[in-house]
């Protein structure tokens, strides 16, 4: 039987729903190209939307378009189709992230635990407000657990010792950066205030922020700095904050384009369970930081990303640029 053809409205949909993924300060570092002769949309890595200051070798980078690669492979499950990936395809073409070939997927071979994801990327916003100080159940932390294994990553909860060293990083980072006037040159970038919020198409606008944290130690960035924000509340976060660290065995290219895909894939699962989450780099951007963020008994792995989890409000969307600026027809 020969294969539908796939027209522009459909391999819109699939980029609209790519882009919605979670990216360092919602740069969206991503562009895409399809192929339509060979039913192949290509993922690239955009320079232009790149963190000089606080990512200078892209890893941040390259696990925002794994995370946006996830939400294409979601979003082509639930259309009925296949998404099959090829990571960094060209050894000469170092910004081709990935090649993706769709074909038809007929009814009895849809990968259905993908499917049943899709509603989730909508719904999944990144949270800067306060958690409950509830616990998460086991077997919602063991099912979070499987989806990052599911994509060669791994998820740790740390324990109250680890978390208080995870935790002490944080702040060593946020000091390091007052001591730095250079140090939030990204930040200040892709930090939208004033009239800008209401207009914005990327960044994190004002209305994202969260309220300021009076008390607690929840990790979550100022983005506000010391930039005055017209109506923003202090309030106190939880002081006992569930986080979790999520893994790869190596740190090249490839590996922070599967933590990328297995970050978004803990995320929707989670929002899927009635979790709010957020995500902090902060202690992984500095380099002698990083390391010690590892578990402190194995050693072992490479952490790229801390999430915080947790019962509360979800946050609002943040905005995202139109797909007919992030995708191009062959």
């Known amino acids: ?20 993924a979670p990216s360092m300060h919602n740069a969206q570092p991503w562009r895409f190209r399809y192929v339509a002769g060979e039913r192949v949309l290509l993922l690239r890595g955009d320079p232009e939307r790149a963190m000089i200051r606080s990512d200078p070798g892209d890893r941040a980078l390259h696990i925002g378009c794994g995370a946006a690669l996830f939400n294409l492979r979601v979003a ?13 395809p060209d050894s000469q073409d170092p910004r081709l992230l990935a090649a993706v070939h769709l074909a038809d997927a007929p009814e009895d071979t849809r990968d259905e635990d993908l499917a049943r994801l899709y509603p989730a990327i909508r719904e999944r916003h990144t949270s800067r407000h306060p958690f409950a100080e509830k616990g998460i159940p086991d077997d ?28 002490g990083l944080v702040r060593d980072a946020e000091s390091r950066d007052a001591l730095d006037p250079e140090a939030a040159e990204d930040l200040v970038r892709w930090t939208r205030l004033g009239t800008d919020a209401g207009a914005a198409v990327d960044g994190v606008p004002e209305y994202a922020f969260g309220p300021r944290k009076w008390d607690g130690k929840a990790p979550v960035r100022n983005f506000a700095a010391h930039r005055p924000v017209a109506d923003r509340g202090t309030t106190t976060f939880e002081h006992t904050p569930h986080l979790a660290l999520l893994s790869t065995p190596g740190d090249v ?55 915080r989890l947790g019962y509360g409000p979800r946050g609002p969307a943040t905005p995202r640029r139109p797909v007919r600026d992030v995708l191009e027809f062959a």
């Open 140 to 167: 919602v932390r063991t099912t979070l657990q499987e989806a990052a294994e599911s994509e060669g990553a791994t998820l740790v909860f740390p324990g109250p010792w680890h978390s208080e060293t995870v935790l």
């Open 253 to 307: 290219p490839a590996d922070w384009l599967r933590a990328g895909q297995a970050l978004e894939r803990v995320l929707l699962t989670a929002t899927r369970a009635d979790l709010a989450t957020s995500l902090t780099s902060h202690a992984l951007e500095t380099p002698e930081l990083r390391p010690l963020t590892r578990d402190p008994l194995s050693g072992a792995g490479q952490v790229q990303m801390v999430l």
């Open 76 to 88: 082509a499950a639930d259309a009925h189709l296949t998404a099959e990936a090829t990571l960094l």
């Open 1 to 20: 039987m020969a294969e539908r053809p796939l027209d522009e409205k459909t391999i819109s949909m699939l980029v609209a729903a790519a882009i919605t």
